[in-house]
């Protein structure tokens, strides 16, 4: 069935680049999504990327798709502190959302 | 900027108690969700709604889960007999035709005591 897998944890000192690895098993997904939750609070829509794209950048993100390996990633580039949250990779299925489990970001000083 | 909102944003309950969470959607937008993310877990799909009926539901929603578009404006997700396994947060979500991103309001924390 559909799954999408991200580890669960990532350290980034301030001012560098966080990257956060998903990998997702339905390869007719056409839409892929990053949401940010900080605490306390919903699931931001962060970005998405179309299933016959490679990648998208928008300001400091990046995103990644290998449609072979079924691998998507997120590359936040000059890591602030404000970025700290749990970042989920999703896709779709059907017309609904499949979640990671999060990947929480912790910024380092 | 519009956005999914959500009341209320906590509701505590005794097992057994009915519950209604509801939602106002992005003014605009036809298509309504319903997901939950039961603490340290993933955020899970229960229900889809368009044109007053539902389009997709999962296997947590059973018969004691139900929604409605009772205006132009709300959504509610009703629970008619609360169980404890039912505390989690209650995510609404919308969409508008032609596009796939949806968008997620902030929540109702629901605690079954």
């Known amino acids: 069935g559909e799954d999408v897998e991200q580890s669960l944890f990532l350290s980034v000192r301030e001012g560098d680049s966080s990257v956060i690895n998903c990998t997702y098993t339905d390869s007719s997904s056409t839409y892929l999504y990053w949401y940010k939750q900080e605490p306390g609070a919903g699931l931001q829509l962060l970005t998405y990327i179309f299933s016959n794209m490679d990648m998208k950048q928008d300001q400091r993100l990046t995103v990644l798709l290998n449609k072979k390996d079924k691998h998507l990633s997120l590359r936040i580039a000059d890591t602030q502190t404000g970025d700290s949250a749990i970042y989920f990779c999703?896709?779709?299925?059907?017309?609904?959302?499949?979640f990671g489990k999060g990947t929480r970001l912790h910024i380092l000083p | 900027e519009p956005e999914v909102t959500q009341t209320p944003s906590h509701q505590v309950t005794q097992m057994g108690q009915e519950v209604i969470l509801r939602c106002v959607p992005i003014s605009n937008h036809l298509y309504f969700y319903w997901y939950r993310q039961i603490l340290g877990q993933k955020v899970e799909f229960l229900v889809s709604f368009y044109n007053n009926e539902i389009s997709e539901k999962s296997e947590i929603f059973d018969d004691q889960f139900s929604v409605e578009r009772p205006d132009g404006s709300n959504f509610t997700l009703k629970i008619r007999s609360t169980k404890l396994e039912d505390s989690a947060m209650y995510f609404c979500?919308?969409?508008?035709?032609?596009?796939?991103?949806?968008?997620f309001g902030p929540g109702t924390r629901l605690t079954v005591t």
């Open positions: 999703a896709e779709m299925g059907g017309d609904k959302i499949i």
């Open positions: 979500a919308s969409r508008t035709s032609g596009t796939y991103e949806q968008y």
